[in-house]
T-cell receptor
């Protein structure tokens, strides 16, 4: 069964520093995708970055990069040069069976990131 | 391109009542998923509809039911409300079944349900 684990309930980081949010996953499928979403206090879920299981290079989107280590089943999010607006909950998520209409996305328990000025 | 919209944004019900939450999917999306997010936790998958049929369900009892309409809008119905049903209910739409689609979820802002 698919499972996402985020072991850091909360993190504090100084503004402008880089931060790594951990995510490990479990799946028996060869074809899957990994996502990171940001949820500010207002509640909306904001898509940040995506990594496919067959992608050979780590995904990057602006200040966000995904450190994908397939053998270790980890997909850590790296935020460079953190900003006050990065304070939010961050969720790692996975979709198994990428090309099936029945595949679903499941989420981890999240990490609350707080940026200190 | 319109985004995902949900209604109502907030509502209060009492135990035993029934509630219907509504969602309008992003234009062109054929799949809608519903999630329950309790305070301080990650979203829990309730079910998913693809072309008006349920094609995936999480660990939720049958009193949680849904519909998807031909225009891909959707409803989540919860019967016999319990206190533990108090949560943020998130609707998300996506486009499935094309090789280049990641199946990324596009979320609405949620409906916050309080059960007293």
């Amino acid at each position: 069964a698919q499972k996402i684990t985020q072991t850091q309930p909360g993190m504090f980081v100084q503004e402008k520093e880089a931060v790594t949010l951990d995510c490990t996953y479990d799946t028996s499928d060869q074809s899957y995708g990994l996502f990171w979403y940001k949820q500010p206090s207002s509640g909306e879920m904001i898509f940040l970055i995506y990594q496919g299981s067959y992608d050979e290079q780590n995904a990057t989107e602006g200040r966000y990069s995904l450190n994908f280590q397939k053998a270790r089943k980890s997909a850590n999010l790296v935020i460079s040069a953190s900003q006050l607006g990065d304070s939010a909950m961050y969720f790692c998520a996975m979709r198994e069976g990428l090309y099936s209409s029945a595949s679903k996305i499941i989420f981890g328990s999240g990490t609350r990131l707080s940026i200190r000025p | 391109e319109t985004g995902v919209t949900q209604s109502p944004t907030h509502l209060i019900k009492t135990r035993g009542q029934q509630v219907t939450l509504r969602c309008s999917s992003q234009s062109g999306h054929n799949t809608v998923s519903w999630y329950q997010q309790a305070l301080g936790q990650g979203p829990q998958f309730i079910f998913q509809y693809y072309r008006e049929e349920e094609n995936g369900r999480g660990n939720f009892p049958p009193r949680f039911s849904g519909l998807q309409f031909p225009n891909y809008s959707s409803e989540l119905n919860v019967n016999a409300l319990e206190l533990d049903d108090s949560a943020l209910y998130l609707c998300a739409s996506s486009l499935s079944q094309r090789e280049w689609d990641t199946g990324e979820l596009f979320f609405g802002e949620g409906s916050r349900l309080t059960v007293l």
